[in-house]
Every structure is written in C-alpha cells, then in structure tokens.
C-alpha cells in the first residue's frame, strides 16, 4: 500500500491526522442532530467520539473496509470544521469511497468540494483507485451537488435503501473512475474542482 503524507494542504484547507485532542471540537458538531441525520445514525456521545477519534488516529487503511478519516481545518485560523473520509471498500478491484463531514457553521463555503477533491485525488493518485464511489440521501441536496460540482456521475438511485429516522430513504451513488479523474484534471489543471 501507498505510503500517506501527511497533512495535506489545499487552497483553504489543511487535511491532517486526528488526535484525541480535536475531541470537544469534534463533539461540538457530532453531537448534532442535523449532523448525524444523512450519516444514518444517532449523534455521537463525547465518549463515542473520543472512540471514533482514537481508531482515525491509527490511520490504518490497509483492508477492506477500513476508513481513512482525516481532520478538515481551516487554513487561516486552524479550527477543526469536519473530517474528509476515504474508505478501502476493496482493495482486489482497486475501489474506494469518498465521504465528508462538515460542521454547520462551515457549510455553504465550498469546502466539502475542496476536501473531496483531496481526498479523490489521494485515493486515485497515491493509492491507485480504479473507482472511486459516493452514497448520498437523496434529500441531502447539498451533498449531491458537490458529486456533481467534482465531476462524479450519478450511477444509480437505489429506491429505500436505507433507514433515515426510522423511515425509509433513497440513496444515489455517484462515481468517477481513474480516468475520468485525469481527464477531468487535463481540462481543469491542478487546482481543485469547484
């Protein structure tokens, strides 16, 4: 597996390792209803997060299944505003899905789209995804347009799907394969989709 370099900056934003010291800024925004509702689950205890935060710590992302979860702060002022997520969903067909998670004081800015396309270009780039896949909550219209605005297509709408506080909810999965990502980085040069 490709050796990760870490923090990774880009316009805006630094992309770096958690610590068990992001934990009252973690909970700050995981706590949250509005935060927790797409991610299908309940918002997360402060002993929760301080669990989630001690296994990103590891950056262990070597099998199926584990996820590569990185702090997203800002540039300027380095406070902690979400995590960008690349998780291994198999390593044999080279495929990846990319993840993100704002608190709502940073959203509306761009910077979903900003730490995607980092987190896209880590997975194609330095761990050499074929494919990499995004599931989306219909209703979480927000979401959905930062696939587009990062050129991911939509592959399928998978009609109730899933549980969204105990109702039903469809979810759309959005893709780019490794050469739509270099075609895509031809037309648009290096610097971040938006």
């Known amino acids: 597996m490709a050796r990760l ?22 909970y700050a ?4 209803t509005e935060v927790a509702r797409y991610l299908y689950r309940q918002p997360h205890t402060r002993d929760r997060c301080r669990e989630v935060l001690a296994q990103a710590a590891t950056l262990a992302f070597e099998e199926d299944g584990q996820v ?4 997203i702060e800002g540039a300027d002022d380095g406070a902690l505003i979400g995590e960008a997520v690349l998780k291994l969903a198999n390593r044999a067909a ?28 880590l997975g194609f780039e330095t761990y050499g995804f074929h494919r990499i896949f995004a599931r989306i909550d219909e209703e979480n ?9 990062l050129g991911m297509r939509q592959e399928a709408r998978l009609v109730d799907s899933d549980l969204r506080d105990g109702q039903r ?20 040069g290096a610097g971040p989709a938006r």
């Open 5 to 26: 370099t870490l923090p990774i900056a880009t316009e805006r934003l630094v992309l770096r390792a958690f610590s068990v010291d992001d934990t009252d800024a973690y």
């Open 68 to 71: 590569l979860a990185l702090a």
């Open 169 to 188: 909810a469809t979810e759309l999965v959005f893709a780019m394969l490794v050469s739509e990502w270099r075609d895509a980085a031809d037309q648009r």
């Open 94 to 121: 080279d495929q990846g899905e990319v993840g993100y998670t704002l608190a709502p004081w940073a959203s509306g800015r761009g910077y979903a789209t900003e730490a995607a396309h980092a987190m896209l270009k």
């Open 141 to 149: 219209v927000a979401s959905v347009r930062v696939a587009e605005r």
């Open 29 to 32: 925004y995981q706590q949250l």
